[in-house]
């Protein structure tokens, strides 16, 4: 079995990265909008300002309350696309997901620019991402592209099921799965037939937000590839996803970690992509 770790990938990425933000001659900035009080998002934060930090990019937070009404989220959103004119700019913005139910995701995201769309959420650029012209992945997308090609390991012409529909992993893999010549079938934890559509994937991506351990070993056919995109903390204290790693490991030919697998190339590419913009913006 091959653990799918990312660490090699993430330090090399540092480097480059680094020395991509020195020719630029500035430090690129990325603007983190957050709503309501969410210990999990908050940790999130800290981790793509950590890594931004450590290649020379800075990051700004918004936190504003729980009870922000849409327009006024989408206002405040406006004025930090559209900086004023002097100020310093914005090349990467970023909404944290989950929002609360009352806010209408697709009216916030178009809010954003596609040239500042670093997360990828805009219907603008996700059309382009459909047409194969987008500037760059979505981040998610380009972490298990980069540990597909690290480790070497084809999706053309294999069955790849998606577990979840969500916008930051579920439906742009499974675009991007097809892209690249597999054959996707998509499904999501609450579906009757989840064992029966897991059991066909030679490639699995799991991306059912915080239902852990929803996908065992008994559900997997043998020598599957699995991403689990889903981690969270357990009652134990310890880091799970969607797959069952202990009931998983004699099946699969290859699986990432509960750490160290698809969560820090993801922030690393979140990062890579503000890069981009400030590029893009500066040429």
């Known amino acids: 079995m091959i653990w799918l770790e990312s660490k090699p990938i993430v330090e090399k990425m540092k480097e480059e990265d680094r020395n991509a933000v020195q020719a630029l001659g500035f430090s ?8 309501g ?33 849409g327009n006024a989220l989408r206002a405040l959103l406006y004025g930090i696309v ?3 004119e002097g100020q310093p700019p914005n090349h990467g913005v970023v909404v944290q997901l989950p929002l609360p139910g009352h806010i209408d995701e697709a009216t916030i995201f178009g809010a954003i620019t596609p ?15 459909l047409e194969g012209k987008s500037p760059w992945l979505p981040p998610v997308v380009a972490a298990i592209e980069a540990l597909l090609r690290y480790y070497t390991i084809s999706v053309r012409g294999k ?27 998509c499904t999501d934890k609450d ?31 043998e020598k599957v590839v699995v991403f689990d995109a889903a981690t969270s903390e357990a009652k134990d204290g310890m880091i799970v996803g969607n797959v069952d790693i ?17 969560g820090p190339l993801t922030v690393a590419f979140l990062i890579r992509n503000t890069i981009k913009a400030a590029m893009m913006r500066k040429n």
């Open 159 to 185: 069955t790849a099921v998606v577990v979840g529909q969500g916008r930051l992993v579920g439906r742009p893999a499974a675009i991007w799965l097809g892209q690249q010549g597999a054959r996707v079938f």
């Open 191 to 221: 579906d009757p037939q989840l064992a029966v559509a897991v059991r066909m994937a030679d490639i699995l991506i799991a991306g059912a937000g915080n239902a852990q351990r929803c996908i065992t070993g008994d559900m997997l056919k």
């Open 37 to 69: 009080e969410n210990a999990v998002i908050e940790k999130f934060i800290k981790i793509k300002k950590r890594y931004a930090s450590e290649v020379g990019v800075t990051v700004r937070e918004n936190h504003v309350p729980a009870d922000i009404s």
């Open 246 to 262: 202990a009931s998983s490991q004699e099946k699969v030919f290859a699986i990432t970690p509960a750490k160290g697998g698809i």
């Open 28 to 35: 690129p900035r990325l603007v983190i909008v957050w709503v």
């Open 82 to 84: 559209h900086e004023p």
């Open 115 to 129: 040239g500042k769309d670093v997360d990828m959420l805009t219907p603008l650029l996700m059309g382009k991402f």
